[in-house]
């Protein structure tokens, strides 16, 4: 059963107040309950000040009015007023010990699905065809996959997609490598980087293969069947690599979801002729462009969008526009993600105001580019290898699972085989964590030492709070769970936090945060470390009654945690 976010609840009585005690009509939200960090208080409500503006009267005594009001005995203790006009709320024992007992089982732990779903397309990881996933994109799969769980597990309908760059120009210069080459078994493609890398060689020193690259890119973009077949291996074998790194990081997006930018090839005249019928466009130097308003230079000179490039091809913005239209027209969804560095926060700033202007976006429709800082060396700068290139992800996935498996080693008692499995759900979890822990918006520096620590906000941390849980639930042989208790503060500081999962949960939602619920799990974790070391459960002295209640939390805690981290694509296994 779900009982949804403590807060909202507690909100809820205070609107209730509200409207008997002042004839004022708030939101349960707009009653400002936050976790409290006092001691002996759980919540408090912030409310009175901002109201107590609005309708002329001392915070104080709109704080009392809200206390005299409150309908709220069955789960709150007598209110309090304090300083200016904050009200500390402490929920009842009695109360907290059956909303926690209710989550004994709960596959939901208390989160109520939302109330209206809504249909979102994510676009994320998006790579480039014929060149390397590297630590860039690390981010944009990283947070996407999350976001995708997170929206399903919500409620929401999410139909993931992936970008591909698969289209343009480049392809000229790499089909006829490719043709150079042979494309046999081993085509060499599989090393990407280096065949993009010799094919931009080729082209920069050799002008009759710039040529041929040239009129590749013609007969590509004229539908030449010998030309498409070429582009079809590319386009195959840089599909199975990305789809391997996804597989070895756990990442939901199947080839299923490639939606590359050739797939709105049949698109690009329709918007351009849609944009032309609607009097968006104008020939500037020879290019077909769209001016969105607001968009302007250094020069202060409007900024085009160029959806027609003056020799006759479309580029990424007249994808991105087809990209707006198909999601919306043919597919109905109603917001639209990308996870998209922040370098490109402008393209898509224009691609929307555009999109709203062609009427491809209505007041139906949200568009979101859900921005991303950089992954910074420790020297404070874009983290390269020791030789100065770039780093390739699939180094930097074997590094992580290397160094987890040194960590593993020392203090397991696994055997070999489960210690390689464990060790790779700790060194990718680490990886994930230090990205998904962080505000996406902020650059973050990339530390070893900090990421695969044991304590601290890591997912080493919350994987070991999960296997003590799972080792006490083993110890116990046939736990029995009783009915909740609260006997001790450290229990009862486990029992609020606890309830607090769903409140995080919506955070992460919908601030597309997941930073927000690692905060949480976080928390969770040293609550329950607390609890732990000051509330015995095994222990023969214990009383069995007591005993079976905090079995009960163990079981509750392990749930959040796992689910927490299945959330943001984490494992967590039941032995470490
Ligand atoms: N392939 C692009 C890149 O690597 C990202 C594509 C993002 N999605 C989009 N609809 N433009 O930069």
């Given at each position: 059963m779900a009982h949804g976010d403590v807060g909202l609840e507690l909100g809820a009585r205070v609107a209730g107040a509200l409207r008997r005690g002042l004839g004022l009509e708030i939101t349960p939200a707009e009653a400002v309950i936050r976790p409290s960090t006092r001691e002996g208080v759980d919540y408090q409500c912030n409310a009175a000040m901002s109201l107590a503006k609005k309708i002329g009267k001392a915070p104080r005594e709109v704080a009392e009015a809200i206390v005299a009001h409150l309908d709220s005995a069955d789960l709150l203790e007598v209110p309090e007023v304090a300083g200016p006009g904050f009200i500390n709320l402490r929920l009842r024992d009695e109360w907290l010990a059956g909303r926690v007992g209710a989550l004994v089982g709960d596959t939901r732990l208390g989160v109520a699905p939302v109330e209206q779903p809504r249909r979102f397309a994510l676009d994320y990881s998006s790579p480039n065809v014929a060149k390397e996933m590297h630590i860039g994109h690390l981010r944009s799969t990283i947070i996407g996959d999350a976001l995708l769980r997170l929206l399903r597990f919500a409620g929401h309908e999410v139909v993931p997609h992936n970008h591909l760059g698969d289209w343009g120009t480049p392809f000229g210069m790499l089909i006829e490598h490719l043709v150079d080459e042979g494309h046999g078994a081993d085509s060499g493609i599989s090393d990407l980087n280096r065949f993009y890398q010799q094919a931009r060689a080729k082209f920069d020193a050799d002008p009759t293969f710039a040529d041929r690259a040239r009129a590749r890119v013609v007969a590509l973009q004229g539908g030449d069947e010998g030309t498409l077949t070429l582009w079809r291996a590319l386009v195959e074998e840089s599909t199975r690599h990305f789809q391997q790194a996804y597989e070895l990081l756990g990442i939901l997006l199947t080839p299923g979801d490639v939606y590359g930018e050739s797939f709105y090839n049949p698109y690009l005249d329709t918007v351009i002729d849609e944009l032309t019928a609607k009097g968006l466009t104008e020939i500037s130097d020879g290019a077909v462009c769209v001016f969105p308003p607001g968009f302007t230079n250094r020069e202060a000179e409007p900024l085009p969008l160029i959806v027609r490039k003056s020799d006759g091809g479309y580029g990424y913005a007249a994808t991105d526009m087809a990209t707006v239209r198909y999601w919306v027209t043919?597919?109905?969804?109603?917001d639209l993600l990308y996870v998209v560095g922040t370098p490109q926060a402008q393209h898509f700033a224009m691609i929307f105001a555009a999109s709203r202007q062609a009427g491809y976006l209505t007041e139906a429709q949200t568009s979101v580019h859900i921005g991303f800082g950089t992954i910074l060396g420790e020297d404070g700068k874009t983290i390269r290898t020791r030789s100065g290139e770039s780093v390739k992800l699939a180094d930097l996935l074997a590094e992580a699972v290397e160094q987890a498996a040194k960590t593993v080693a020392e203090r397991s008692s696994l055997d070999s085989d489960r210690q390689a499995e464990v060790a790779r759900a700790v060194g990718i979890g680490a990886v994930k964590y230090a990205d998904l822990s962080n505000d996406r918006e902020k650059d973050y520096v990339f530390t070893w030492s900090r990421m695969m620590a044991?304590?601290?906000?890591?997912s080493v941390y919350l994987q070991y709070a999960n296997a003590r849980c799972q080792s006490v639930l083993r110890k116990a042989g046939t736990p029995r769970f009783g009915e909740v208790l609260v006997t001790d503060p450290a229990e009862r500081a486990l029992l609020v936090r606890l309830l607090q999962l769903p409140a995080a949960i919506t955070a992460a939602v919908e601030g597309y945060a997941p930073h927000k619920l690692t905060g949480y799990l976080y928390d969770l974790a040293s609550t329950f470390t607390t609890f732990y070391d000051s509330c015995p459960i095994l222990?023969?002295?214990?009383p069995d009654e007591v005993r079976a209640s905090r079995l009960a939390l163990t079981k509750v805690t392990s749930d959040v945690l796992v689910l927490g981290l299945d959330l943001l694509g984490i494992e967590a296994p039941a032995e470490l």
């Open positions: 043919e597919r109905g969804m109603t044991k304590e601290g906000n890591t222990r023969p002295d214990v």
